[in-house]
């Protein structure tokens, strides 16, 4: 955080979710290093749990320091919940599912800065 500074907004969780999204870490490092505010954003109170989760995964695909063991198994859990979000697509890697509507690699390779071929490699 000292080299590059806050480079996105933390995500965090609203009272009625179950589950905070992934932002403690940044803000004790922000307390840490001494820094009185940081960007945030609260999500809605209708988010559920899985999206949080999701949104938890992406932030932690978009970091490079994971391991390939632990990409993998972000990779996985995140197709996991998108397939029990999106239960019209099935279990797909295609860019386009028909009307539109766009399948597991490419949202996921939009999410997190990487490409439709890394992520079904990885998936």
Known sequence: ??????????????????????????????????????????????????????????????????TPAQRAAAIARRKQIWEALHPESGSICATLTGRGNVGFAADTAKAAGMTKQSITMWG
Do not use: Y
């Not at 907004?9 to 609203?14: C, F, K, S, T, V």
């Not at 589950?19 to 403690?24: N, P, Q, S, T, V």
């Not at 940081?38 to 999701?54: K, P, R």
């Open 1 to 66: 955080m000292v080299k590059k500074g806050r480079l996105a907004a933390a995500p965090l969780g609203n009272r009625a979710s179950k589950r905070g999204c992934g932002a403690g870490d940044r803000l004790a490092a922000a307390r840490a290093l001494g820094w009185e505010t940081i960007a945030a954003f609260v999500l809605d109170s209708d988010t559920g749990n899985l999206e949080a989760e999701l949104i938890e995964i992406d932030e932690n695909l978009c970091r490079a320091e994971l």
